[in-house]
């Protein structure tokens, strides 16, 4: 037997994740998945439903893949065992925890493999214990001080700038690392945004950086704005819980909201009255048929024409994925939202969650905004 059992661990939800998809990756083909991978969820409440899953993860574990003959890779996600106190130190749940131990100290025959992913594993636990002695540990902990923090990050961007094949000036990297923090997630989010702002093989500077760059929870909001653009719907939902969540008003995340629909309306309409068309290789947008009394409204007020190529360019992205009657519709709600905020009884959060998904609609997304080389065609 070899050893296939597998745990990921540590306080770095990103990392964990990533190094889980390319455990998966690596060892189920994406044509397999279907018969050769079983989730088990472990981000249960309750003690019967933990109990449940722990036999769900058991029986999976003596069941070969679906029409046999094949590996089968078993993912224990998040267990609440481990995540919750409460449901871990159960008197029910102790015993099926030592027979999952037990499983993994025996190791699994061939063609089976177990995938247990954590943020939270005590490191002298029987179970890490064993999956130490005879299995395979990843374990992503950020560290527990400042200048641990910082190095995990420096060695991730490092990592990513040569994926992404970018390149940053030291200072402009030190002021990036300032501003961002070193939660991975926004490290990878923001490195990738970067990468978009700068010119193919041009170098980062700290302009670029405090241009492009969000500060803090900054970072959270442009996510936001975009999923609601985008109307990706899960991670809109995503998005917004982790504000309310940090303490953001529902009024000003509404706000912001309404500020970037408005944006989309004027990309929208510009799109549809082709007073903007993309130039070549999409490096920007020609405005040469906008009529003069819009250019004159530009002018007087932001010149919607005079925003960096990438911000617009993402604008013009979103804004083919809606129509001017759902942006107006979806302008509306939002107005219409602020002022229940303030005069409805109804819990807050709950209530710009469902206005807000109401506003950006249910709809299939439309077509993108045509590209250069469609427009040449």
Sequence with gaps: ???????????????????????????????????????????????????????????????????GGG???????????????RVGKSETIKPWIEKLTARVKEGLPAGQTLLLTTLNIHRGSALFKAFQAAGEVQDFVAGTNKRQREEAARRLIADQQARLGLKIEPQAQALFLAQVGDNARLLVSELQKLGCYCEPGATATVKDVREIVSVGREAIIWDLLDAFGHRETVKLIGQL???????????????????????????REAIDRQW?????????????????????WFEAGEDFRKLHPYRLRMLMTQAGKWTLRELRRGRHMLVELREELVSSGLPPEWLAEIRILQAMGARAPRAAAPSAAASRR
């Design 241 to 267: 819980r982790t504000q309310f969540t940090q303490g953001n008003s529902p009024i000003a995340v509404a706000g912001m909201l309404e500020k970037r629909v408005r944006e989309l309306l004027i990309a």
């Design 1 to 67: 037997m070899g050893k296939n059992c597998h745990l990921i661990c540590g306080d770095d939800e990103y990392q964990v994740e990533q190094a889980a998809r390319k455990l998966v990756d690596r060892l189920v083909p994406a044509e397999n998945r279907a018969f050769g991978l079983e989730l088990v969820d472990g981000r249960v409440e309750t003690v019967d439903a933990c109990l449940a899953m722990i036999r769900q993860c058991l029986v999976s574990l003596d069941t070969d893949g679906l029409f």
């Design 71 to 85: 590996a089968k890779l078993t993912w224990l996600r998040e267990p609440a065992f481990l995540s919750s106190e």
């Design 276 to 296: 903007a068309v993309p130039g070549q290789n999409d490096a920007g947008w020609n405005w040469d048929k906008l009529p003069e009394e819009i250019g004159a």
